[in-house]
């Protein structure tokens, strides 16, 4: 018993009358004067943003909000629809979809630049890294996170307008240039157009702010939830989930349907 590890937790000391985060007054530092992205970045990293900071990750989060009828905003439909009375199921049941083929990938990338480049500092050569990167994950038939899109040829839009946030606000490094740089030499050899995407870039820009790999990922979970709650304030005005619910059914089974 003597050995067990006491527990400790910095994040925040709530007493009968305050409030404190990270060292700020809760209700005299923060409240009326940080905006929700800023409140993230200062639970994330444990400080407020510079202004420059402040810029970039609210960028990047505000990149996340929003990508249209995708399988989580359907699911948070879906489930709404099923059961009204508990909005946060909904919600969860949209995050929960979030995995490496939707917006997580941009933890994939994020961790193939760290793991890349674990000292920002050091001198390296970025096409040759570049190379090699491609030329692992060619070797071991692994497709590579954060280049190429489905839908935005050839080009995603959102990638170098982020970029060039990062870049006018001082943010630009090893890790854009390297997640640049293994778009060029992936496209080479491919008969289709691999720009970086937008997790791509987030994966990027997050790490030229220094925050690990293991963690990117819930700078969506944090922005998609916002949308998700848009689309359920669609549902509950314009719904359409009973419309999905018999297209389905009646298009998945058109060919069990006997002729009349």
Same mark, same amino acid.
């Given at each position: 018993?003597?050995?067990?590890?006491?527990? #400790?937790?910095?994040?925040?000391?709530v007493?009968?009358?305050?409030?404190?985060?990270?060292?700020?007054?809760?209700?005299?530092?923060?409240?009326?004067k940080?905006?929700?992205?800023?409140? +993230?970045?200062?639970?994330?990293?444990?400080?407020?943003?510079? $202004?420059?900071?402040?810029?970039?990750?609210?960028?990047? +989060?505000?990149?996340?909000?929003?990508h249209?009828?995708? $399988?989580?905003?359907?699911?948070?439909?879906?489930?709404?629809?099923?059961? *009204?009375?508990?909005?946060?199921?909904?919600?969860?049941?949209?995050l929960?979809?979030?995995?490496?083929?939707?917006?997580?990938?941009?933890?994939?990338?994020?961790?193939?630049l760290?793991?890349?480049?674990?000292?920002? #500092?050091?001198?390296?050569?970025?096409?040759?890294?570049?190379?090699?990167?491609? #030329?692992?994950?060619?070797? #071991?038939?692994?497709?590579?996170?954060?280049?190429?899109?489905?839908?935005?040829?050839?080009?995603?839009?959102r990638?170098?307008?982020?970029?060039?946030i990062?870049?006018?606000?001082?943010?630009?490094?090893p890790?854009?240039?390297?997640?640049?740089?293994?778009?060029?030499?992936?496209?080479?050899?491919?008969?289709? *157009?691999?720009?970086?995407?937008?997790?791509?870039?987030?994966?990027?820009?997050?790490s030229?702010?220094?925050l *690990?790999?293991?963690?990117v990922?819930?700078?969506?979970?944090? +922005?998609?939830?916002?949308?998700l709650?848009?689309?359920?304030?669609?549902e509950?005005?314009? *719904?359409?989930?009973?419309?999905?619910?018999?297209?389905?059914?009646?298009?998945?089974?058109?060919?069990?349907?006997? $002729?009349r």
């Amino acid at each position: 018993m003597a050995n067990r590890k006491k527990l #400790k937790s910095d994040i925040v000391l709530v007493e009968t009358d305050k409030i404190t985060m990270h060292g700020l007054d809760l209700c005299r530092d923060i409240l009326g004067k940080v905006n929700l992205g800023d409140m +993230a970045f200062l639970q994330i990293k444990g400080r407020l943003p510079t $202004p420059q900071e402040s810029v970039v990750f609210n960028a990047i +989060a505000v990149t996340l909000v929003e990508h249209g009828m995708t $399988p989580s905003a359907i699911a948070a439909r879906m489930t709404y629809a099923g059961s *009204p009375e508990a909005m946060q199921a909904a919600i969860a049941a949209g995050l929960l979809g979030m995995g490496s083929a939707m917006v997580g990938a941009m933890e994939n990338a994020a961790r193939m630049l760290q793991e890349a480049i674990p000292d920002r #500092k050091a001198r390296i050569d970025i096409d040759a890294l570049a190379r090699e990167v491609v #030329k692992q994950h060619q070797a #071991k038939g692994e497709t590579i996170r954060g280049i190429g899109h489905h839908f935005h040829k050839p080009l995603d839009p959102r990638a170098p307008r982020l970029f060039e946030i990062a870049r006018t606000n001082g943010l630009g490094g090893p890790y854009i240039e390297l997640m640049e740089a293994i778009s060029s030499c992936a496209e080479a050899t491919s008969p289709e *157009p691999l720009p970086v995407n937008a997790p791509g870039a987030i994966g990027a820009i997050a790490s030229e702010l220094d925050l *690990p790999w293991q963690i990117v990922r819930g700078i969506g979970v944090m +922005a998609r939830a916002i949308g998700l709650i848009a689309h359920i304030r669609e549902e509950i005005r314009d *719904p359409m989930t009973r419309e999905i619910q018999f297209r389905v059914e009646e298009e998945a089974t058109a060919h069990l349907r006997m $002729p009349r």
